[in-house]
């Protein structure tokens, strides 16, 4: 995805923490052993959070184990083992991770899209495995991305449309999961909204240099690469709006562990991150491929 989701890391417990670092651990292992290694440089936060949740709700899940990897060749660290939960999101994300790239090799130009096509090519086989354990979800992001895609050719000015066509991907990501999906999706849908308008809060400067599609932009018809005080307000409002909606459906859920992690991220984490973006103030780096880049 697009590394927004992360917890607010001095508001955690020592072991909330240390539990955090062994699902994106676990989660790592989980495409490593299922998908490639290659698939697992572009692991994030934001489906170790996927992760983390879908265990959240297998009453017979939460196990932890010691490993190698190849980023701790000599020491064995603490991971959290494989489940339904963390085998869904490791297929998810690196289903996301094809059809972004996917999407790079039509948006961009020059090294970027041969880059993003030759990534395509090493990462071909892991995600023709992913996509044959979730074929509904790999069908679905594939509609709803070409979806996305004719909203941004139209040059829409409208921030539902495209925002509820990324919404419904991490909606279809976690359909079915569990007895109580429907809230589930929902959870997911409001927080799939949020990404992607936190996302086009964030590309303002960049884009409105490079001309393309934002649809903040479009919506308030900025003169200037830099959100006025009355738009910030207003997209600070729409914003929380969706936390809320997602964190009122999580309240409905029944996890049988991690709460403390997952309303650290919902209540704490995502509003400070919507916070340093309308401020800009936000880094990546704080929660976008820990040991890998993109």
């Known amino acids: 995805m697009f590394g927004f989701i992360r917890p607010l890391r001095g508001e955690l417990k020592v072991r909330e ?26 692991l994030s936060y934001d489906c170790t959070y996927l992760a983390l949740v879908l265990d959240s709700l297998e009453d017979c899940g939460g196990e932890a184990c010691r490993k190698r990897c190849v980023m701790h060749p000599f020491r064995k660290k603490r991971c959290a083992c494989e489940s339904v939960g963390i085998a869904r999101a490791a297929a998810v994300s690196v289903i996301l991770q094809w059809h972004k790239l996917g999407d790079t090799v039509s948006d961009e130009r020059g090294w970027k899209r041969f880059a ?27 509609q709803l991305l070409a979806q996305l895609d004719a909203l941004e050719q139209q040059n829409t000015a409208s921030l539902d449309r495209p925002a509820d066509a990324f919404a419904e991907i991490l909606r279809a990501a976690v359909s079915g999961f ?66 809320a909606a997602s964190y009122h459906a999580y309240i409905l859920l029944h996890p049988f562990r991690d709460a403390g992690i997952i309303e650290n991220i919902l209540c704490q ?25 993109i």
Request: with cysteine; proline share 3%.
């Open 17 to 42: 923490w240390e539990r955090f670092q062994e699902v994106y651990c676990g989660l790592c292992h989980t495409i490593r052993k299922h998908y490639g290694i290659l698939q697992t440089t572009m």
């Open 116 to 142: 993003a096509r030759f990534l395509r090519r090493l990462l071909r086989r892991g995600y023709r495995k992913a996509a044959q354990d979730l074929p509904a979800f790999d069908h679905a992001t594939f």
């Open 178 to 243: 569990h007895t109580e999906s429907r809230i589930l999706e929902e959870m997911f849908y409001h927080t799939g909204r949020w990404i992607y308008l936190i996302d086009a809060c964030d590309d303002v400067q960049d884009d409105f240099v490079s001309g393309s599609y934002n649809p903040v932009i479009l919506r308030w018809q900025l003169a200037q690469a830099e959100l006025p005080p009355s738009v910030k307000d207003a997209m600070q409002h729409t914003l929380l709006q969706s936390l």
């Open 269 to 293: 984490g995502l509003p400070e991150v919507t916070r340093q973006v309308l401020e800009g103030a936000f880094s990546n780096h704080g929660g976008k491929n820990r040991h890998g880049s």
